[in-house]
């Protein structure tokens, strides 16, 4: 990847490669998520999932897996700041796409598909937000259905208005279609996040890092 794409300090840099955290091209200068963009339901989901204007320069796509502990350190200790700093102010339109790793996590899956259930209804950011604080319960749980539906409640959503959805296991094909996009575009781990027509940043990047990549990326696409 040509450096003029990647105009960070060399601090930076540092920082990425101290935490076994690396960016790599997808595909030269391809500006493609990793994950299939086809029409139809799912690109009408992305929208419930989306934090960010339209407008934003810096759209990026995170591919990520509610039972991994390292999502749920990039959930609930780094997006809320990315969110303050760069997706309020119009800089980063900041996009969730499922990558449930099921061979090691078995509940993956089933919290991605009630995660999607929640958004068919408007309500996938509290219900993201829930499954990710309330991992250590759910996780090793041999049937996380009646705990998840529990999350329902919290999350202000009348139950009746997810449970055919869950019974029929509506979105199961939507969560397996971004898992196996993902994959073969590369998508090894979690959490991954693409930056559009830039790169994977693969693995659990501290706040810092992601300042210093998306400030500098953020004056590059102004000019500045």
């Not at 790599?24 to 989306?50: E, F, H, I, N, Y």
């Not at 090793?140 to 296991?169: E, V």
Request: charged share 20%.
């Amino acid at each position: 990847m040509p450096r003029s794409r990647l105009a960070w300090a060399g601090a930076g840099l540092a920082l990425l490669l101290a935490g076994g955290i690396a960016l790599s091209s997808v595909g030269g200068a391809s500006t493609r998520p990793p994950a299939p963009r086809t029409a139809g339901a799912q690109d009408a989901m992305l929208a419930q999932r989306t934090k960010g204007l339209a407008t934003a320069p810096l759209t990026i796509y995170e591919l990520s897996d509610f039972q991994c502990p390292y999502c749920r350190r990039q959930a609930l200790e780094v997006l809320p700041t990315i969110e303050k700093e760069f997706i309020a102010t119009g800089k980063v339109r900041w996009i969730f796409l499922n990558f449930p790793i099921t061979q090691i996590h078995a509940n993956a899956a089933a919290a991605a598909e009630f995660a999607m259930c929640a958004a068919k209804v408007d309500k996938f950011w509290p219900v993201h937000d829930l499954l990710f604080t309330y991992q250590e319960k759910w996780a090793p749980l041999k049937d996380p259905g009646p705990f998840l539906i529990t999350l329902a409640d919290s999350a202000g959503i009348p139950r009746d208005d997810l449970t055919g959805c869950l019974q029929n296991r509506e979105t199961r094909d939507l969560v397996q279609a971004e898992a196996e996009g993902a994959a073969k575009s590369g998508v090894s781990s979690t959490p991954t996040v693409y930056i559009e027509g830039v790169g994977m940043l693969r693995g659990a990047a501290p706040l810092e890092a992601y300042r210093q990549i998306l400030d500098s990326l953020w004056k590059e696409k102004a000019g500045r």
